[in-house]
């Protein structure tokens, strides 16, 4: 369409092209069975045609006609239709989880560089493109845990998602593709890359927040001098929400801390345990306003961890 300023008639912008989609489809749910659609979807440049091959849409007054042909274009041979399938569950993943459209099309990016290895026949498609969602939000700076992954993808385990993370990444390498196998290589996920997403869930204010990242980070580098025990990474952020904020007010309880990282109340006490004997290291002059917030002789206001028997 065109741009017309409505005082002087001046044409602005001519033959202007809106990408997105219009209206949403009524053919399935029409009892006419017409598509009012004009248009098609948006311009898709991972896939051959670009998204806007023709689609036989049905009309129920020609005697099952166009039925027909719809029904004999679905059979034929569509080069690109695994990855139309891989797109939509890649899409419905990052649905569930709440991520934004960016993070969606690095994860379609990502399959469809690692379909062009023509290696993954054989493999199951929800385990790699829950592998490739996984890639796509560390990336983006948005990391989710494989078992928040696996938490919306269907028929596969954080084990086979693990699996197929690393096939990607050496898939990548093999086919000296280094855009975003540089900046997975040797990278481990760290508790501190969870702590923004679990600490704005918990509605903490930003002197907490700025605590709890500094607390973690001390235990996180003590813990690689001295101590040989591996938690995993959200139970370390968990167990950091908990120890910082166990003596102010209005503080999470851990039950609801277990419930937005995702991790079973008994292995954030576990990992509270190897946080309690260093408490005053890791607590101390973390930032002035964090400090006005706690009480006198804090040391001792935090439980002592069970000891097994």
Not at 11 to 26: Q, Y
Request: charged letters at 25%.
């Amino acid at each position: 369409g065109d741009l017309i300023c409505q005082e002087c008639g001046l044409v602005l912008e001519a033959r202007s092209i809106d990408e997105g989609t219009e209206w949403r489809t009524f053919s399935n749910s029409d009892s006419q069975g017409a598509d009012p659609n004009r248009v098609g979807g948006v311009n898709n440049p991972l896939l051959r045609d670009g998204g806007l091959s023709t689609t036989i849409g049905r009309d129920g007054n020609d005697g099952g006609l166009t039925k027909t042909l719809e029904r004999t274009q679905h059979r034929t041979a569509n080069p690109d239709r695994h990855l139309i399938f891989a797109f939509k569950a890649l899409k419905d993943m990052a649905d569930r989880l709440g991520l934004v459209e960016g993070v969606k099309l690095s994860a379609c990016e990502i399959y469809q560089k690692t379909a062009e290895c023509k290696s993954i026949r054989g493999r199951s498609m929800h385990s790699i493109t829950a592998a490739c969602l996984y890639m796509a939000c560390r990336h983006a700076g948005n990391p989710r845990t494989f078992k928040e992954i696996c938490a919306v993808a269907q028929d596969t385990n954080t084990k086979e998602i693990q699996r197929c993370y690393k096939f990607i990444i050496n898939a990548l390498k093999a086919n000296k593709d280094a855009s975003l196998q540089s900046s997975m290589n040797n990278k481990q996920l760290k508790a501190t890359d969870l702590l923004s997403r679990f600490c704005s869930n918990l509605a903490l204010q930003s002197d907490i927040v700025r605590a709890v990242r500094t607390a973690v980070q001390r235990f996180l580098d003590y813990r690689e001098d001295f101590m040989t025990s591996h938690k995993s990474q959200n139970a370390i952020a968990a167990a950091g929400i908990y120890l910082v904020t166990y003596t102010i007010a209005d503080k999470p309880d851990l039950k609801e801390i277990s419930r937005i990282a995702g991790v079973a109340e008994s292995t954030i006490k576990s990992s509270y345990e190897d946080m309690y004997p260093h408490r005053g290291m890791l607590l101390k002059d973390l930032n002035s306003q964090f400090s006005d917030r706690l009480p006198p002789n804090y040391e001792a206001l935090f439980p002592p961890p069970k000891t097994k028997s």
